[in-house]
């Protein structure tokens, strides 16, 4: 898969594949990261690549020309098709399943806004979706690709080892993770859950099951849909409230 990302620092964005799994996967060839500055392609001595907004304000907007052309410079990089996406707060929720779509494309072309945003022409003509890592305003996008990169990188094929990969991502089924529990098994904090400690398999699987369920409907009820459960589901949720009542 290859990434390019427009950014005005391009160096924050190459630090993604020196690091951890992202940076295995360039390691592995799984992933390729290229940065394009805007600031390249701007025009005339002072290099602009933003200016004060039309109709006043504070802050500044980032110009049209200098990101098309770092644009049109990244899509002619590489002749597979892109997808172009905005990272905004004024973007559409990032989710599990929107990132598995996008780790599945050949080609993503990330465009990382500063200052009070781009020019909306850009966007209107440039841009295939707009995306938001979380309703929270940053000095720049570039962190937001970041988050990106990360999550379409860790579900390239190769690029994570068996433990890691073993991993129940469990937002992968819409649901909190369960707690997870190390040596030692007593501690002044506390003890492991004696089910953990117990060898049965499936003990283990539905305590976990149940420990996923009841912590997305405790801490995201938005996430939570009673109604859409398995049986096999709800039968571990009335379990848990009868074990509550007692
Ligand atoms: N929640 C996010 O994904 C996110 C993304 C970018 C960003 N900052 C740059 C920026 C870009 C555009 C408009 C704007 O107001 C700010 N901050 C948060």
Not at 143 to 160: I, T, Y
Request: hydrophobic content about 40%; some cysteine.
């Amino acid at each position: 898969m290859r990434i390019d990302v427009i950014s005005l620092f391009p160096d924050f964005i190459a630090q993604c594949a020196v690091f951890g799994v992202t940076g295995r996967a360039v390691e592995r060839g799984l992933l390729s990261l290229h940065g394009w500055n805007p600031r390249d392609h701007a025009q005339g001595n002072y290099r602009r690549v933003d200016d004060r907004p039309f109709g006043g304000g504070p802050g500044m907007v980032m110009l049209i020309d200098p990101l098309r052309s770092a644009l049109n410079a990244a899509r002619a990089a590489d002749p597979r098709p892109v997808r172009t996406i905005y990272l905004s707060p004024q973007g559409a929720p990032l989710t599990q399943a929107k990132v598995h779509e996008l780790a599945g494309r050949e080609r993503l072309l990330l465009l990382c806004g500063r200052y009070e945003g781009i020019d909306e022409r850009l966007i209107a003509a440039e841009v295939d979706e707009e995306l938001s890592i979380g309703d929270y305003v940053l000095s720049g996008g570039e962190l937001a690709a970041a988050v990106v990169v990360d999550a379409v990188a860790r579900l390239q094929e190769g690029a994570l080892n068996d433990a890691e990969s073993a991993v129940q991502d469990s937002f992968e089924d819409g649901f909190l993770d369960c707690p997870h529990y190390t040596r030692p098994v007593s501690h002044e904090l506390g003890s492991v859950p004696d089910v953990l400690m117990s060898g049965n398999h499936g003990d283990i699987a539905r305590w976990r099951r149940q420990q996923s369920l009841v912590r997305t409907m405790r801490r995201r009820p938005d996430l939570f849909d009673e109604s859409a459960l398995s049986k096999a589901d709800r039968k571990l949720l009335e379990q848990w409230r009868a074990e509550q009542a007692e």
